[in-house]
């Protein structure tokens, strides 16, 4: 059974510039969620992605965006890059459909803004 | 008020003792709820599942659910200081989509 992996590992970026971050999920899952984790803070619900379709958002505004490829990987997009960006960003796959909402998250990409 | 509070410690303990973690919750719809543990720098692990009220075990671990006082507990029995991290509890409503995080707590056991 392969994990949740997410790509790259560490990135700097510069403010107002765009990022794009993947994740694929675990073998056998079919739903992506995607979080925000800030330092000494618990991840932050940004939104989830089943069926190609996001299914839910948290309380990010529009320049977080997504994206879920037939496979069920994923893609998280953030827009004009603001200081307060700078976090670890999380993916988490479940299955939708199944008998539990289990999420299994992957080691996250570090994300720093300067 | 926070949709989900957690005493983020730090809490420290010797090798072998019993911890117990916390965390409260005010949305009376939540009925998914989850312990993960995170080591540093890295995405968390999943160590506990439980749907609605009660108790459930996996070996040292034992979560326990108590929705009437929207209050869950995960114990964590022979303390090892492998089990040294950050414990987040998390829970969903109805459709289990959107999961609230507490902001977790650091525990530290000492040999």
């Known amino acids: 059974e392969t994990g949740v992996t997410q790509s790259p590992t560490h990135l700097i970026k510069t403010r107002g510039q765009q990022v794009t971050l993947r994740c694929s999920s675990q073998?056998?899952?079919?739903?992506v969620s995607w979080y925000q984790q800030a330092l000494g803070q618990g991840p932050q619900f940004i939104f989830q992605?089943?069926?190609?379709?996001?299914?839910g958002r948290g309380n990010f505004p529009p320049r977080f965006s997504g994206l879920q490829f037939p496979n069920y990987s994923s893609e998280l997009n953030v827009n004009a890059l603001e200081l307060d960006d700078s976090a670890l960003y999380l993916c988490?796959?479940?299955?939708?459909?199944?008998?539990?909402?289990?999420?299994?998250f992957g080691p996250g990409t570090r994300l720093t803004v300067t | 008020q926070k949709e989900v509070e957690q005493d983020p410690g730090p809490l420290s303990v010797p090798e072998g003792a019993i911890v117990s973690l916390n965390c409260t919750y005010s949305?009376?719809?939540?009925?998914?709820f989850m312990w993960y543990r995170q080591y540093s720098r890295k995405g968390p692990e999943l160590l506990m599942y439980?749907?609605?009220?009660g108790n459930k075990e996996d070996g040292r671990f034992t979560a326990q659910v108590d929705k009437s006082s929207k209050y869950i507990s995960l114990f964590i029995r022979d303390s090892q200081p492998s089990d040294s991290a950050t414990y987040l509890c998390a829970m969903s409503a109805n459709t289990g989509n959107q999961f609230y995080f507490g902001t977790g707590t650091s525990l530290t056991v000492i040999p």
């Open positions: 988490a796959s479940s299955l939708t459909g199944g008998y539990s909402y289990e999420q299994y």
């Open positions: 439980t749907y609605s009220s």
């Open positions: 992605y089943y069926r190609e379709e996001e299914n």
């Open positions: 073998s056998g899952h079919n739903t």
């Open positions: 949305n009376s719809a939540f009925q998914y």
